[in-house]
């Protein structure tokens, strides 16, 4: 059986540096590194009253960690506006929380070496629960700004309905 249904003679799996986070329709700018989707299940152990030797097993609560967004440092407020709805210093009493939107559904589109998408996750209702402005600063250093946004979410869901494109090939 192929392991890729479209392009059966494709053999190596796709890699991991090409991707796109949308937020509100909108590609986000210079992210260079998402944390991975993960989902834990709770495990419940039980015994029936009358069986001491043997313990059941049964699925509990479902948790989503949460996803941690890297983004080089650019004049784009995006982020920051959106981590100022959850808390704003200095506001006015009773003002300090924007409850209002502060929760976002996400996309997350991974492409093939082609810039092409093949996979497509939904995250649904993020919001910032904890936002790196200005990396550590270090005037030896020769490295990209980097700033952070980890945002909790209520999980996240692939788009099934998104039929993988054919390999391009170059004439």
Request: proline share 8%; aromatic share 10%; net charge negative.
């Amino acid at each position: 059986m192929p392991l890729f249904s479209t392009n059966p003679q494709r053999v190596d799996p796709y890699k991991n540096f090409k991707f796109i986070i949308r937020s509100q329709g909108q590609a986000v700018a210079a992210v260079n590194k998402i944390s991975p989707l993960k989902r834990t299940t709770e495990v419940i152990s039980f015994r029936e009253g009358g069986d001491p030797s043997s313990v059941h097993l049964s699925p509990g609560q479902v948790k989503y960690e949460p996803i941690t967004l890297e983004q080089g440092l650019t004049l784009d407020t995006g982020f920051e506006q959106w981590a100022q709805k959850v808390w704003t210093y200095g506001a006015n009493p009773g003002s300090e929380v924007s409850l209002k939107d502060f929760r976002r559904d996400l996309s997350l589109d991974f492409l093939d070496e082609a810039g092409q998408v093949v996979i497509t996750y939904t995250i649904f209702r993020c919001w910032p629960s904890e936002y790196t402005a200005l990396p550590e600063l270090d005037a030896g250093a020769n490295a990209v700004a980097i700033r952070t946004l980890v945002l909790q979410t209520e999980g996240w869901q692939r788009d099934v309905a998104l039929t993988p494109p054919s390999e391009p090939t170059l004439s």
